[in-house]
């Protein structure tokens, strides 16, 4: 069964008025995948600036310092008001370990660990995210070529192995804080998630 349009609607936001649509493969799915696309998008215009963001509760809701999810969604719906594009929301809490696992990560981390070894330590991937259903969001708006708003590797593969193609990467580069120093030293070192050469992480 494939990804569907389920419903839309316009929704006004501080960074201007988006149309808000809801993806699932059933009309009753209580978490559906969502696309934020601005107003005035045309799809036919080629590339479109697009960010594929997994949900972060911690952060795009409560603001957590212990990542940049928040500020990297509201610097993605910033930049596709200004620039026409969509931000797509994938429901896949903490790098696809859900908000329980990602909570005891969190203790973890708080005992020492970095955010991949702490997922290693519960018998988890250090990213079990999925992006096929970006894609499947993708084909269905008819976007045939994108300008892909991200620092990781994973996200610019999946693209490339699809039929959509990839005309650029826009860097999305937030700067660190004292409670997240160590996740963005991981998500470099380990993830290979590509920063500015002048960074100082």
Not at 94 to 113: C, F, P, S, T, V
Not at 134 to 158: C, G, H, Q
Request: hydrophobic share 35%; glycine share 6%.
């Amino acid at each position: 069964m494939s990804m569907k349009k389920q419903s839309e609607a316009t929704i006004p936001t501080p960074w201007g008025e988006f149309l808000l649509q809801a993806y699932a493969e059933e009309q009753d799915q209580s978490m559906p995948h969502l696309a934020i696309i601005s107003k005035d998008l045309n799809p036919s215009t080629d590339p479109v600036l697009v960010r594929i963001h997994s949900e972060c509760l911690t952060g795009d809701l409560f603001g957590s310092k212990r990542c940049d999810c928040g500020e990297q969604l509201e610097r993605s719906l910033d930049l596709i008001a200004q620039n026409q594009g969509i931000v797509i929301y994938l429901r896949q809490e903490g790098r696809g370990i859900g908000l329980i696992n990602k909570l005891k990560a969190y203790q973890l981390q708080d005992e020492g660990m970095n955010t991949a070894d702490a997922n290693v330590h519960l018998g988890l991937e250090i990213d079990e995210r999925e992006y096929e259903v970006a894609i499947e969001i993708l084909k269905a708006l008819e976007i045939k070529s994108i300008r892909l708003l991200t620092n990781n590797p994973e996200k610019i593969s999946a693209i490339e192995k699809s039929d959509i193609v990839l005309t650029e990467r826009v860097p999305l580069v937030i700067k660190p804080k004292k409670e997240n120093l160590n996740y963005y030293k991981t998500k470099k070192e380990v993830m290979g998630h590509m920063f500015p050469r002048d960074s100082k992480l």
